[in-house]
Each structure stands twice: as C-alpha cells, then as structure tokens.
C-alpha cells in the first residue's frame, strides 16, 4: 500500500459519498420527494394539534347520527355510538405515531445488537448470534408478532414490544450482511493494525459505512409499524 497512510485508510471512503444534507435536498427537489415530504410534515402536524383542537367533538356521543356512512358532514361515517370516525382518526394519529416510532426504535435496537453482535463478540458467539438470526427470520413476521403477543399480553406495552420484535430479525440479518461485508476491507484492517479495538472499529469504521441501507430499513419498519 504505498503511498497510503494508515490513517487514510482507516477513514475509510467516506470522503467520496456527498454530504448528507446534499443529498436530501436533491431528493426534496424531485416531485416525488417533495409530495412524499409534505405528506409526512402534514401527518406529523397533524398528530400534534389534532387531540388539542378535536378532541372533545371526537368523542362526542350521537345517538341520532348512529352508525351513518359517508357524507359531508361526516366524511367517513360514524360509529355506534354516532361518534366522527374522521375526527376521532385524527385525534388518534398521535399516539399511532407515538407508538408506532417506539416499536421502530425497539426493532432498530434489537436488530443492531443481534447484527453487529458477530463483530464484536468473536467467532464462536458471534455464531450463535447468525443461528438465532436464522431461526428468527424463518418465522413470519406476523407469527413472531403473535408469539411476542402472548407473551407479553395485550395492551398498549404488549402491541409495542410485539411489533418492535417482531421486526428485529429483518433489520438484524442486513446489519449481520452489511458489517461481514464492510469489516473485511482495508481502511477497517489497517484500523485494527493502528490498535483498535473491536468496539471502535464497529462505532467509527463500519457503522457510519453502511448507515444508509439500515437507515432505508428503518424507514420501512416504521410504515409497517405505523400502519400494520
């Protein structure tokens, strides 16, 4: 490697990617960018202002508008009770939200622990961490949901838990094949011969070099979580 310093290659090719924020804003000047970034800045105020401006008129009872389909005055009809299903959709996009991003980030942490468990615990554990990756992802999503369920009950907790863990063997197995991948180059080798150890090879070597695929998934996690 001439010519080549240790240092150099222990940044890694970082360097050649464009600014984070650059890239952003070429995404953001595209229409469907734009549209798809409008649309999540409208749910996300939506789900601030929405339980303080209709939350009374949402859960209103109207025993005389029981049970109405769609129409002007109630856009997606109303409930057994007469209550605006539209108003009581919208007063409830908050804690959807709310809930939805905690089973992303349980998701999120859970697979970057079972994902990256292989770099830094060594050959023989980090084995049994890619078997019990295995295991997991040859389970349906939704059976796994089911199972995390049972086990920790209904409720609000139990629907959380259940999603967030349910979704950690997908997002764990592309962290297992993205740091395989990354780990073995250059810049990572000549971090280790520089004396790095495990742990600060994984956080400032191979972890901001495959950030982006992981941060794709998670987005991901987040609709099915959202809406699932």
């Not at 734009?34 to 649309?39: D, F």
């Not at 049972?150 to 094949?177: E, K, M, N, S």
């Not at 990572?188 to 070597?205: K, S, W, Y």
Request: charged share 15%.
């Amino acid at each position: 490697m001439t010519g080549i310093s240790t240092e150099r290659l222990a940044t890694g090719p970082r360097h050649e990617r464009p600014r984070a924020a650059g890239r952003w804003a070429a995404v953001l000047r595209t229409p469907l960018g734009l549209g798809a970034g409008l649309l999540v800045a409208l749910v996300l105020v939506l789900a601030v202002i929405a339980p303080m401006l209709w939350s009374e008129p949402a859960n209103a009872d109207n025993v005389g508008d029981m049970l109405q389909g769609l129409s002007a005055e109630h856009w997606l009809g109303t409930d057994n009770l007469g209550r605006d299903l539209f108003l009581r959709v919208l007063v409830a996009s908050r804690l959807s939200v709310t809930l939805a991003l905690l089973a992303t980030a349980i998701a999120v942490v859970a697979g970057l622990l079972l994902g990256t468990a292989p770099a830094l615990l060594g050959r023989r554990l980090g084995r049994l961490a890619v078997a019990v990756v295995n295991i997991a992802v040859a389970f349906p999503g939704l059976l796994l949901a089911l199972f995390f369920a049972v086990i920790f009950g209904t409720g609000t907790t139990g629907a959380v838990l259940a999603i967030g863990l349910a979704g950690a063997p997908t997002f764990a197995r592309l962290a297992q094949t993205l740091v395989a991948e990354v780990i073995e180059r250059d810049y990572v080798a000549a971090a280790r011969i520089a004396g790095a150890g495990r742990f600060r090879v994984l956080v400032r070597h191979v972890l901001p070099n495959i950030g982006e695929p992981l941060v794709v998934t998670g987005k991901s996690t987040l609709a099915r979580a959202r809406w699932g």
